[in-house]
């Protein structure tokens, strides 16, 4: 059995909507949040909901230290005590997934992994982390630099990123694309025949490259078309493509086709030729006689995204409701010696007789 956990609204959206996938049906899934009204249990059987709540407040208000704190409270619960042991027995990898930006995922995905790392010695943890467009707000890419600061700190070596798209809230091609790049890590598009095949000790090699990992299918009716797709993929997707100089990195291909053997080294031409030197590569042919041809591949060993450099210095903190006011000076004509005062109780202003009465 596989296990993927999804941690915060995002880690849950995306675990729900992969509990609907044919390929994910010996994965058992956990939503880790502090509302999990989202998660509609009657309908998903293999979605296991892990409310984290620390008080009468819901969420995290976008504070990591918040997340973080909440899941430790709950590490050591029956259920988290269960989940570390599905963890332990289950195949390889464990993914977990969070976006970067808000408090409660981003928070609580450091103490699991740390855990999961202390109490599963020989596990292959693989974070798939969701970081925010460039131009979101900077709160968002502070707390992306601290979860990766962190994440690192706590021993994590391969991992996943996708980036948002700018100004746009509708999540559902993204969130497909993370739930096909948990299909490609169980090895689920993977078919293993005589002629050349990527097994579970080829992924144990290919997670096993410290770095970044990118994972992409796409299909397409021809060859020519599904090579121009699938570079499409790798170099200008939603896991950002950066180039992996001279990082030790391995390559997997999987190609399905009619001609597969012969098509395989056409259709990845381009991905190849932009990861000149890399350590090894395994390849899953599968001669099929399918309408359409079918492609996934990954990469290992890549460079971290671009972070976004926050110089918090070029701003300050609005301060009173006097920041930066003088009082204004009137012409003596203007002095308003006309007030009603206590000394001075019966008056007369603009001619008006003002006395109280
Ligand atoms: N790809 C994707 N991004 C999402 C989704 N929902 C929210 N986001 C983005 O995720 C970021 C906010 O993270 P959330 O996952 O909502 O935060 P959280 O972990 O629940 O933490 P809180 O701040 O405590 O709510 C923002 O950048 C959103 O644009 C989703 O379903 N898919
Ligand atoms: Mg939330």
């Given at each position: 059995m596989?296990?993927?956990?999804?941690l915060?609204?995002?880690?849950?959206?995306?675990?729900?909507?992969a509990?609907?996938?044919?390929?994910?049906?010996?994965?058992?899934?956990?939503?880790?949040?502090?509302v999990?009204?989202?998660?509609?249990?009657?309908?998903?059987?293999?979605?296991?909901?892990?409310p984290?709540v620390?008080?009468?407040?819901?969420?995290?208000?976008?504070?990591r230290?918040?997340?973080?704190e909440?899941?430790?409270?709950?590490?050591?619960?029956?259920?988290?005590?269960?989940?570390?042991?599905e963890?332990?027995?289950?195949?390889?990898?464990?993914?977990v997934?969070?976006?970067?930006a808000?408090?409660?995922?981003?928070?609580?995905?450091?103490?699991?992994?740390?855990?999961?790392l202390?109490?599963?010695?020989?596990i292959?943890?693989?974070?798939?982390?969701?970081?925010?467009?460039?131009?979101?707000?900077?709160a968002?890419?502070?707390?992306?630099?601290?979860?990766?600061t962190?994440?690192?700190e706590?021993?994590i070596?391969?991992?996943?990123?996708?980036?948002?798209k700018?100004?746009?809230?509708n999540?559902?091609?993204?969130?497909?694309?993370?739930?096909t790049a948990?299909?490609?890590?169980q090895?689920?598009?993977y078919?293993?025949?005589?002629?050349?095949?990527?097994?579970?000790s080829?992924?144990?090699?290919?997670?096993?490259?410290?770095?970044?990992?990118?994972?992409?299918k796409?299909?397409?009716?021809n060859?020519?078309?599904?090579?121009?797709?699938?570079?499409?993929?790798?170099i200008n997707g939603?896991?950002?493509?950066v180039d992996?100089?001279?990082?030790?990195?391995?390559?997997?291909?999987s190609?399905?086709?009619?001609f597969?053997?012969?098509?395989?080294?056409?259709v990845?031409?381009?991905?190849?030729?932009?990861?000149i030197?890399?350590?090894d590569e395994y390849?899953?042919?599968?001669?099929?006689?399918?309408?359409?041809?079918i492609?996934?591949?990954?990469?290992s060993?890549?460079?971290n995204?671009?972070?976004?450099?926050?110089?918090?210095?070029?701003?300050h903190?609005a301060?009173?409701?006097?920041?930066?006011?003088?009082?204004?000076?009137?012409p003596?004509?203007?002095?308003r010696?006309?007030?009603?005062?206590?000394?001075?109780?019966?008056?007369?202003?603009?001619?008006?007789?003002?006395?109280?009465?």
């Open positions: 596989h296990i993927v956990i999804g915060g609204n995002t880690g849950s959206q995306i675990v729900k909507l509990a609907s996938s044919q390929k994910l049906s010996d994965t058992k899934f956990y939503a880790v949040d502090s999990t009204s989202s998660i509609d249990m009657k309908t998903l059987t293999n979605v296991t909901p892990l984290i620390s008080d009468e407040n819901t969420g995290s208000g976008r504070v230290e918040r997340g973080a909440m899941m430790k409270m709950h590490l050591g619960t029956t259920e988290f005590t269960t989940l570390i042991r963890c332990d027995a289950s195949s390889l990898p464990v993914i997934i969070s976006s970067s808000g408090g409660t995922g981003s928070g609580a995905i450091v103490p699991l992994c740390k855990q999961l202390k109490d599963v010695p020989n292959t943890l693989i974070p798939i982390i969701v970081v925010p467009a460039m131009d979101d707000p900077i968002y890419h502070m707390n992306t630099t601290d979860l990766f962190e994440l690192g706590v021993g070596t391969s991992y996943v990123v996708f980036r948002n700018s100004r746009t809230s999540y559902t091609e993204i969130n497909q694309e993370v739930v948990i299909e490609i890590l090895g689920k598009w078919e293993g025949t005589t002629v050349d095949s990527i097994d579970d080829d992924r144990k090699n290919l997670f096993g490259t410290p770095g970044r990992l990118i994972g992409v796409a299909e397409a009716a060859a020519g078309y599904l090579k121009r797709m699938i570079t499409e993929k790798v939603n896991q950002p493509w992996p100089g001279n990082n030790f990195g391995m390559l997997a291909f190609l399905k086709s009619a597969a053997k012969d098509d395989i080294d056409t990845f031409d381009d991905v190849r030729t932009r990861c030197g890399r350590l390849k899953d042919i599968v001669a099929s006689d399918t309408q359409t041809m492609a996934t591949c990954v990469i060993g890549l460079p995204v671009p972070m976004k450099d926050v110089d918090l210095d070029q701003f903190v301060s009173g409701m006097s920041d930066g006011l003088t009082k204004s000076k009137r003596s004509f203007m002095n010696n006309n007030t009603v005062s206590s000394k001075n109780p019966v008056s007369k202003f603009n001619g008006i007789d003002v006395r109280n009465n």
